[in-house]
């Protein structure tokens, strides 16, 4: 079974400090220049890596990403008809 996870975006202030990051879960990318970092935590646990991070004086602020509350299910989608003739060549 797959354990749920969210992603956290963190803005920091140095890049020095990464290593302490990559102990409270999975770093996936860092900005130099913009100063932020996107990390993939477990969903049980955001609220406690969220306060954690909070408490470091390198961090500036958290942003949550709320992509696994957003539906991706589309009803009422209608194809492009281009692209239906596309699919049907192949067959």
Do not use: C
Request: glycine share 4%.
């Amino acid at each position: 079974m797959r354990t749920k996870r969210q992603g956290i975006i963190i803005w920091f202030q140095h890049q020095k400090n990464i290593k302490q990051l990559k102990r409270l879960g999975h770093i996936i990318y860092t900005s130099k220049r913009m100063k932020y970092a996107v990390m993939y935590v477990n969903q049980e646990n955001i609220d406690q890596i969220e306060a954690k991070l909070m408490k470091y004086s390198f961090v500036s602020k958290v942003d949550r990403s709320y992509k696994p509350f957003i539906r991706t299910e589309y009803e009422n989608a209608k194809p492009d008809k281009a692209k239906q003739y596309d699919y049907k060549m192949g067959i």
